[in-house]
């Protein structure tokens, strides 16, 4: 019997009461340098966490690496886009994307060249990528409000 994923799906935007959005955490930081680099547009992010520590994980001396899944996301109109990044430190690699609309989910050469200990099946990214199209609001912006996670990152310490 074919093993199954169980995984978690993390936001990591706020939304301000001017409809500001802010990426907060290490996602970010990745999503920042996706940005400069691809020249992707996103309005959603939000990280995967899996159940499973061998997932896209590589075996090393010391054990597995500590690599870390992010969604990108971009509401477009009356369409998604959801792609799929392995990041490690401060870059990454596009694995897999699909806009709602196509319905069938686009690899990378770079995915199919990574070498893992458990790579995702095609049912499996297909899993991730239809919870999120069935449920956006998974991955939707947290609204910020007075005291909230987006005011902390900007005060500075008291003395």
Not at 71 to 100: P, T
Not at 119 to 138: D, M, N, Y
Request: hydrophobic share 40%; glycine share 6%; proline share 5%.
């Amino acid at each position: 019997m074919p093993t199954t994923i169980t995984f978690t799906v993390t936001p990591w935007m706020t939304r301000t009461n001017n409809d500001d959005l802010q990426a907060h955490g290490r996602a970010s930081l990745i999503a920042t340098w996706i940005a400069i680099t691809t020249g992707r547009t996103y309005n959603r992010l939000a990280t995967v966490k899996f159940n499973d520590s061998a997932t896209l994980q590589q075996r090393q001396d010391t054990g597995l690496t500590d690599f870390w899944f992010i969604i990108l996301a971009e509401e477009i109109k009356n369409d998604w886009l959801l792609s799929f990044w392995i990041a490690q430190e401060n870059s990454g690699w596009l694995a897999a994307y699909q806009h709602r609309g196509d319905g069938q989910i686009k690899w990378t050469q770079a995915y199919a060249d990574f070498a893992c200990e458990r790579k995702l099946t095609p049912a499996e990214i297909q899993r991730i990528f239809a919870g999120i199209f069935a449920h956006p609001s998974v991955i939707a912006p947290i609204a910020s409000e007075p005291g909230s996670l987006k005011e902390m990152d900007t005060q500075k310490p008291q003395p």
